[in-house]
């Protein structure tokens, strides 16, 4: 099979699409035809060495591929071949072909192509997991989401609308890209791009909620960003820090918490695959539920082949994404 493979932490020269052997699926797990494979935020911090977990070299980077099974293991059990599937592999999703721990596949819906499930994955699961399981959303809730045109944020202002929220502001850098957010569903932008965040962000929330502030954030920012969303919240609010995409992590007195009631948790996404893989099940299960309903739409995306992997890769690590990159391995 052809795969991108990474010989050396951060170094672009080090890796390439090169021919590798076939996987198997081994007990319990499930051998997956990749047709097309997200690149992510996350696949550009592992490839430098610097996400929580590092791959035994060399590895073949690529989280979240979607496409038809082609066999499956012993003890396997409700997956078949010719599934269609999203499988959300820790790595292996550049290539052809991938075999995945079958707790971590999941059927598509019918109408639900490829391309779409892949542009879907992680920004989704993370997004549910941010406001289902640490902010415990609640139908009439305001919901504050940062970074609200990448990946994960569009993902949360569409499952923030879908979940009841009654009021979803939209936190963005480049004010030009609100559009984004507000075709997700949005109903106002707060500006990140201004002077001094501390303040500018806690101004703008109040004035969006008549004085009131916001039940849930949720940040993947951190930085400047940060130090003004948690000023923002309600009295019982809840933060939820998933990244530090601002490049600084924000550092907070314990006694703010305590003073205004409110939660600070944090969102690891790979944990929740490893420790709590039937929660990730529900979450899918919701999530292609509201595609069915139209509640939630696919983000953008911009298919290319995977011998274009670099490009796509500089596209994301630069900042110019305006959709989703996502390759195909068989194109």
Known sequence: MRAVTVHEFGNLDKAGVEEREDPRPGEGEVLVEVRAAPVNYVDLVTFRGEY??????????GKGPSGVVRAVGVGVHGLAPGDRVLAMAEYGGYAELVAVDHRQVYRLPDALSFVDAASMSLGF???WMALRDRARIRPGETVLV???????GLAAVQLARAMGARLVLAGVSRPERFAAAAAAGAHAMVDLSRPDLRNAVREQVLAATDGQGVD????PLGGDPFDGAVRSLTWRGRLVVIGFAAGRIPVLKANYPLLKNIEISGLQISDYRKRLPELVAECYREVFAFYEQGLVTAPPSTAVPLTEWKTAFRTVAEGGATSRQVLLPTA
């Open 125 to 127: 699961d993370t997004a």
């Open 52 to 61: 929580q977990f590092k791959p035994t070299l060399p590895y073949v980077p």
């Open 216 to 219: 849930v954030v949720i940040d």
């Open 146 to 152: 940062l970074g609200a045109t990448g990946a994960v």
